[in-house]
Nanobody, 126 residues
Framework: QLQLVESGGGLVQAGGSLRLSCTAS????????VGWFRQGPGKERVGVSC????????WYTDSVKGRFTISRDNAKNTVYLQMNSLNPEDTGIYYC???????????????????WGKGTSVTVST
């Protein structure tokens, strides 16, 4: 079965940190650009960060630059999103997505995403 599975979400206080993981099964992530989308309460799903298939370059939306770091471990077929200095605006469901290029994540082009995870919930309290 071809799927992406996210983990690592939870409830954290403002200023805290979480690390999200996205692990693929049934296919190899190495050849894909892998990104994270966020859907806040009552908001559209938007791209937050992405790492390209060759691990460079990476992309971040402006609101998370300097706070989030995306990385991949091809041996584990996993992509991580380290989130530091979290604030309530980071609250939402975080979805992992695999696509042919990070441009699709940056532009939130859902139809170009080849694989989606089911999401993991992140709640940042004040």
């Amino acid at each position: 079965q071809l799927q992406l599975v996210e983990s690592g979400g939870g409830l954290v206080q403002a200023g805290g940190s979480l690390r999200l993981s996205c692990t693929a099964s049934g296919f190899t992530l190495e050849s894909y650009a892998v990104g994270w989308f966020r859907q806040g309460p009552g908001k559209e799903r938007v791209g937050v960060s992405c790492v390209s298939g060759n691990d460079s370059p990476t992309w971040y939306t402006d609101s998370v630059k300097g706070r989030f770091t995306i990385s991949r471990d091809n041996a584990k077929n996993t992509v991580y999103l380290q989130m530091n200095s979290l604030n309530p605006e980071d609250t939402g469901i975080y979805y992992c997505a695999a696509a042919s290029m990070c441009d699709y994540v940056g532009l939130s082009i859902y139809s170009a995403v080849e694989y989606w995870g089911k999401g993991t919930s992140v709640t940042v309290s004040t």
